[in-house]
């Protein structure tokens, strides 16, 4: 079971989540829990570390970041412990998790978890501070963003659990996001693919690390709400590999990401090699390209070369490419922050034919002008304005039939 900040934000809610727990040990399930640090908190703790030197050592950060989820982690040990549950926390290296030496941003490499299973025959459950592990040279490690996501599966595989309970403040995945479109439904079920192609393309239920680790060791996921009573609301959705009476769907889920820039080469030379000398030097800076589109001129001398990358990446790779011009030869470079990546997604596209076509189609009649598309088996990507993001969701949401109930 894992358990995200808003969650944990007070001691009132991790009474709460005490509760979810008692639920399942009643049930008879062996079980170990990681939790966040409290909401707010872990962002008050890197500032603390900014304002104490800009500049600061990694692994004193590490030291100082992961002490969030120690009290978190502590606090529903003792609170357990008050509704005569037997709990006993773990910190990260107690277990241990140990990870590569990427201080802040670090990856698992091997997790013992023998001392908790030894645990669990005495009826106890495992309280774990999510985020952290151990580096090679026996110091607190981070593992970045959606680091007590990556924990929980990661710890679920170590343990070969029966499944990964992320508990959040949704009660699952739903079709598209339900503030843009009030008929979008909650997923009984969907594939690990299509719930990696949603966190990576916008989705903000799990974060992509832990989903590719559940699929990789075929971790069955289910997300539902810290905050619902299981006797009154419906479980949440159930994250599995491939089932084949999703068949039936063809799209599963309509996804967004305004974390988009487009850049745009006009007039380059186009010669073997162009495509290298233009993504080239974005990589070695470590910029992310997304969307590419190339189109040749009429008598091949010249070529246009549009791409995509992370908004917060949109003013390096502008400098990177300028500083570039000459090796590349570019007339002109043009760039444009104000769009949104609009996703279709669904295993079902695999065995359908026209779920394109149709997407096509449903933009061009409302005048929404494509600017970039992607492919790939389960996915059709497109980059529009971003002031027809609303319309451009609600419009294929209801194309693909996203709005009936499910029968």
Known sequence: MKFGGTSVADVDRI???AAHV??????GNEVAVVVSAMAGETNRLVALCREAAPLHDAREYDAVVSS???VTSGLLAIVLQTMGIEARSWQGWQIPMRTNEA???????????????????????AVIAGFQGLSPLNRISTLGRGGSD?????????LKADRCDIYTDVDGVYTTDPRIVKSARRLPQISHEEMLEMASLGAKVLHVRSVELAMLYEVPLMVCSSFADPAVTPPGTLITGENIDMEAETVTSIAYSRDEAQV????????????????????DANINVDMIVQNISDDGST?????????????????????????????????????????????GMRSHAGVAATAFKALGERSINIRAITTSEIKISVLIDSAYTELAVRTLHSVYGLDKVAH
Not at 150 to 158: F, R, S
């Open 150 to 158: 990556t924990t929980a599966v990661a710890l679920a595989a170590a």
């Open 68 to 70: 969030g989820e120690n």
């Open 22 to 27: 008692a639920r399942e040990v009643k049930a």
């Open 264 to 283: 745009t080469l006009r007039d380059v030379p186009d010669a073997p090699g162009v495509a290298h000398r233009v993504f080239g030097p974005l990589a």
């Open 303 to 347: 070529t246009d070369i549009t791409f995509t990358v992370p908004q917060s990446e949109f003013d390096r790779a502008m400098a990177t490419l300028e500083e570039q011009r000459e090796t590349i030869r570019f007339a002109k470079l043009l760039g444009d922050t104000d769009v949104v990546k609009v996703s279709v997604i669904g295993v």
């Open 103 to 125: 201080h802040g941003a670090a990856r698992i490499a091997d997790i013992d978890g023998s001392q908790i299973i030894e645990r669990f025959g005495r009826g106890q459950v």
């Open 15 to 17: 009474r709460n989540v």
